[in-house]
């Protein structure tokens, strides 16, 4: 039997605990795309290095040697796969599944998946950040931007919600 | 002890990284016990279903801005040494159209998918399959949006400066506007989908 989730008001404050924690000891905000991103231009860099070294925005990233991995995010991110896995042990949610909504087969909603993953994965970097580095840590800092692409996080969802609630309902 | 405690140099490097993962197990064990490793809890806030993403987003924000501006009236921060995010208005307000599709049709967010990954969510795992190919795509096409992705670049552009007001009246604002977001929109699911869904 599964675990009760936390009371989301509980879940927020802990969060946001933790963006405070980054910037008391860090100086600097929490975010999960930017070690995402990296990993990706890694593995590019090992597979095809003439088309990363061409790159105007990933040829930076390993400008002198440097490697994208040793990272902020990247340590923050790793930490987030222990945490969640210790979570997901504790409360008896582990397993391998797709979750769906009734009306669509498990190969459809992993199409879904993997589309939104490319818009989410492009519209991230057009941002510079997501959802925690860009929306949570900018809107706590009472970003302009920050606050407006959250907001225009929910008008694109509202917006295409209709049409795809196959997948989920 | 100040902080940042590495930018005054109290902490190395080093034990600085220690932290990063020790703040990134906390994050991502409030993210698995919020629910945040289900795709159909999150995308369920666009269908007002399940409004827990949005409530948390509000909560966590508010909960980061008090503090720190708290943490800085007590001078046990120095935000001087914070970096702080630009704006750049319009790349971030596109940027967040077609996150917001993304994420309602994949039903995920970067920092989700990955907590949702290790717990053996399948869709997560191809949701960031997914994810790594559409910030190449963004990087290796740059010259296409280069220029758009640079443009209307407003520096480091806070609510208290759009609206002109001292920032302890902007938090109180942005306090209001999460609380009552979050209880509008709790009405709002009860009232489409029942109390007990």
Known sequence: MKKKLWDPVFGGIVIGISIILTFYIAGRGLGASGALTAFAATIQNIVSPSVTQSSQYFSKYFANGANPLDDYLVYLVIGVMIGSFIAGMVSKDMKLEVLKGPNISSKGRLWYALAGGILVGYAARMARGCTSGQALVGGAELSVGAWAFMFSIFAGGFAVAYFIRRQWI | ?197
């Open chain 2, 1 to 197: 002890m100040i902080g940042p405690l590495v930018k005054n140099g109290i902490i190395s490097d080093g034990v600085n990284t220690l932290f990063a993962v020790l703040i990134g197990m906390l994050f991502g064990y409030a993210l698995q016990r919020s629910g945040f490793t289900n795709s159909k809890k999150i995308a369920g806030a666009f269908y007002m279903k399940d409004v827990d993403v949005p409530v948390v987003m509000f909560t966590a924000i508010t909960t980061a801005s008090i503090g720190l501006w708290g943490l800085s009236l007590l001078g046990l921060i120095d935000l001087g040494k914070f970096y702080f995010l630009p704006s750049y208005l319009l790349p971030m307000v596109v940027g967040g159209l077609i996150f917001g599709v993304g994420m309602a049709m994949g039903g995920f967010c970067p920092g989700t998918s990955i907590a949702a990954m290790v717990t053996g969510k399948i869709d997560a795992m191809v949701f960031v399959g997914g994810f790594l190919l559409g910030s190449l795509l963004f990087g290796d096409l740059y010259p296409l949006w280069n220029k758009f992705y640079n443009s209307d670049a407003n520096g480091v552009w806070r609510i208290d400066q759009l609206l002109n007001v001292n920032v302890g009246l902007a938090i109180l604002l942005v306090t209001l506007l999460a609380v009552f977001g979050s209880l509008g929109m709790r009405k709002l699911q009860y009232k489409f989908w029942g109390k007990n869904d």
